[in-house]
């Protein structure tokens, strides 16, 4: 789930490229360092939240309107986070 010369991304240009990482960026912090479980629950969300299969759902597959569909949710996720804690 690499983007970037792997199997699972597309061709893309300098700004669709740009945008990708920061997904991965954003995203993995929900999973890295954290559990194989953790792993799988930040994908089925992805997965949901992107209406994709697995086999479809890979951010070096995303174009531009989709990373920012995920950032957005990755966005909205922390700012309730924020809210919850702040309590």
């Given at each position: 789930?690499?983007?970037?010369?792997?199997?699972?991304?597309?061709?893309?240009?300098?700004?669709?490229?740009?945008a990708r990482k920061l997904v991965h960026e954003k995203f993995d912090i929900m999973w890295k360092g954290k559990s194989?479980?953790?792993?799988?629950?930040?994908?089925?969300?992805?997965?949901?939240?992107?209406?994709?299969?697995?086999?479809?759902?890979?951010?070096?597959?995303?174009?531009?309107?989709?990373?920012?569909?995920?950032?957005?949710?990755?966005?909205?996720?922390?700012?309730?986070?924020?809210?919850?804690?702040?309590?």
């Open positions: 789930m690499i983007c970037g010369g792997s199997p699972f991304s597309s061709p893309a240009n300098t700004p669709t490229r740009a194989t479980k953790a792993r799988s629950r930040a994908y089925k969300w992805l997965q949901e939240l992107m209406g994709l299969v697995p086999e479809k759902c890979h951010v070096g597959l995303f174009d531009m309107h989709q990373c920012y569909k995920v950032l957005d949710a990755l966005q909205e996720r922390q700012n309730v986070l924020g809210r919850a804690l702040d309590g």
